[in-house]
């Protein structure tokens, strides 16, 4: 089984600041790592996604992230957060066969503030 | 090209009633997932389907279930509503040519009074 663990349900941040958003997994299998986001009243929207390859991926919105696998960690971060970015984040991982179930972590909430 | 479409946006339905949902796979997906999401929680697996097949299924009791189309659409059906069954319901869709990223759409938000 797989599950994952967002330990900040909220982070509160200054526009214009950097930000990290912390995600770890528990996998007994090679897992894919996904970062979405979800704005109010809407659904999930992909960031950025770990395959394979390079342990630092970019994604949308300037965000990226980056595996270590030793942590089992994934870690989303921005180095300038505009108001915009005020949404809800959720961090997933899934096995490496086609199309696998997501496991979700309970969710961040980025909350930017003037 | 049209993302993944689902309906309705809003439901209310009282307990002991049944709800069908529906999705619409992005143009070129044929497979397609469903995810309940609880107020304040992460996205759970319910089920997903691919060549009109159940594929893999999720912790949830059979009242869920679901059905896919030739057409690569998909229905959601839950019997015997209880009150912790609402939710936003999302359905997602992927290609199993490129079947590493799940793609979601807006949701439907499910109430049951």
């Known amino acids: 089984a797989q599950s994952v663990t967002q330990l900040d349900s909220q982070v509160p941040v200054f526009e214009e600041a950097p930000v990290e958003l912390r995600c770890n997994y528990s996998s007994s299998v090679s897992v894919y790592l996904f970062w979405y986001v979800q704005y109010p009243n809407q659904g999930l929207q992909l960031l950025l996604k770990?395959?394979?390859?390079?342990?630092l991926v970019k994604g949308i919105n300037g965000f990226e992230a980056e595996f270590n696998k030793s942590q089992t960690s994934f870690h989303l971060r921005k180095p300038s957060v505009h108001i915009s970015d005020t949404a809800e984040y959720f961090c997933?991982?899934?096995?490496?066969?086609?199309?696998?179930?997501?496991?979700f972590g309970t969710g961040t909430r980025l909350q930017v503030m003037l | 090209d049209a993302g993944v479409t689902q309906s309705p946006t809003h439901l209310i339905k009282t307990r002991g009633q049944q709800v069908t949902l529906r999705c619409s796979p992005k143009s070129g997906h044929d497979t397609v997932s469903w995810y309940q999401q609880a107020l304040g929680q992460g996205p759970q697996f319910i089920f997903q389907?691919?060549?009109?097949?159940?594929?893999q299924r999720g912790n949830f009791p059979d009242r869920f279930s679901g059905h896919q189309y030739p057409n690569y659409s998909s229905e959601l059906n839950v019997n015997a509503l209880l009150l912790g069954d609402s939710a936003l319901y999302l359905c997602a869709s992927s290609s199993t040519n490129s079947g590493d990223t799940q793609y979601f759409g807006p949701g439907t938000r499910l109430t049951v009074l």
């Open positions: 997933a991982v899934s096995d490496t066969g086609t199309a696998s179930k997501l496991t």
């Open positions: 770990y395959l394979s390859g390079s342990t």
């Open positions: 389907y691919y060549e009109e097949e159940e594929r």
